[in-house]
């Protein structure tokens, strides 16, 4: 198995992520620049957190046409393996239409920084799998545009075919749409979490719960 | 070829909630500005662009305004035109 977090000018979670999946995980992790377009040779594509173009215009907006973006339509389409956007990824995916609604300024008006309760939805999937159903986990979220938005046919499409992962538990930080703090596509191959698993994957940062994350990813794709 | 001056001015679709609009209001009223409402906070873009006709040109910039300048599902777009 071999897995890609792409780097995007402005990325700035990119070695994190690297770091939980080549030394936590154990998997072969390449970094891989914006412009390459060869993904074939990838079981799961990460799309980091960070501030892709300085978020100029809306986050995720200029860094939809890089390159390894404009590549990925294909690579799911054949489905060739899982891609995770977090955090500047999910916007990424949503700006690009691979993943439904969007991401906008959170109702404070201002950039969130701290760890957030959330609910597992769903855990038959492949992000999800090590979780209880219900299970409340705890992740960092750092955002200033994740007020998730849809339209109400595409939210009723999302609760229908299940395709909501987790919500924020107790307090909804930024005013989403249903609580909503990530999501998948339909085909479960393409994931978008607002929250930070790589910033909570060892016990010295708090419950280590985004592991199970990454380790639910990787064993979907080896089995 | 013509050379256009182009604004796209983009803004919060009606429906959705706009927090910048609303803190912009508050401080538009605590500064003695009367009777306002309905504040909205959007961007604008411009740029020139030389096309055959002020039509062509028009028809370039829905194209980009729609796949790039505005998000169709949060945002809504409006466009002036002037030849230079």
């Known amino acids: 198995m071999r897995a890609a977090v792409v780097v995007f000018p402005g990325s700035n979670c990119d070695h994190d992520t690297y770091y939980v999946l080549k030394d936590l995980i154990g998997i072969e992790t390449d970094l891989l620049w914006y412009r390459e377009t060869n993904l074939n040779r990838y079981d799961l594509i990460v799309l980091p957190g960070g501030f892709s173009y300085g978020d100029y215009l809306r986050a995720g907006a200029i860094a939809r046409f890089a390159p390894a973006v404009q590549a990925l339509p294909e690579y799911i389409e054949r489905s060739r393996g899982i891609v995770l956007g977090i955090c500047n990824g999910f916007q990424i995916l949503t700006e690009a239409g691979l993943l439904p609604g969007a991401l906008t300024k959170n109702i404070s008006q201002r950039f969130i920084c701290k760890t957030v309760k959330l609910r597992v939805e769903n855990n038959a999937t492949p992000l999800t799998h090590l979780f209880g159903y219900g299970e409340i986990i705890e992740l960092p979220i750092a955002h200033g545009e994740g007020r998730y938005i849809a339209p109400p046919e595409i939210l009723e499409k999302l609760k229908r075919n299940r395709q909501i992962l987790l919500t924020y538990f107790g307090e909804n930080p930024n005013g989403s749409v249903e609580n909503i703090a990530g999501i998948m596509n339909e085909d479960g191959t393409v994931f978008g979490l607002m929250p930070h698993p790589e910033r909570n994957s060892e016990r010295i940062f708090g419950t280590g719960d985004g592991l199970k994350i990454f380790q639910g990813l990787v064993q979907e794709v080896l089995v | ?84």
């Open chain 2, 1 to 84: 070829m013509k050379e256009f001056l182009v604004r796209v001015l983009v803004e919060p679709k009606p429906e959705l909630f706009d927090p910048q609009g609303q803190a912009v209001e508050r401080a538009m009223l605590e500064l003695g500005l009367k009777n306002v409402s309905g504040t909205r906070v959007g961007k604008l873009i411009k740029f020139k662009l030389k096309a055959v006709s002020a039509q062509q040109a028009r028809e370039r910039v829905s194209e980009i305004a729609q796949k790039f300048l505005a998000n169709p599902v949060i945002e809504q777009y409006s466009i002036e035109m002037e030849e230079l």
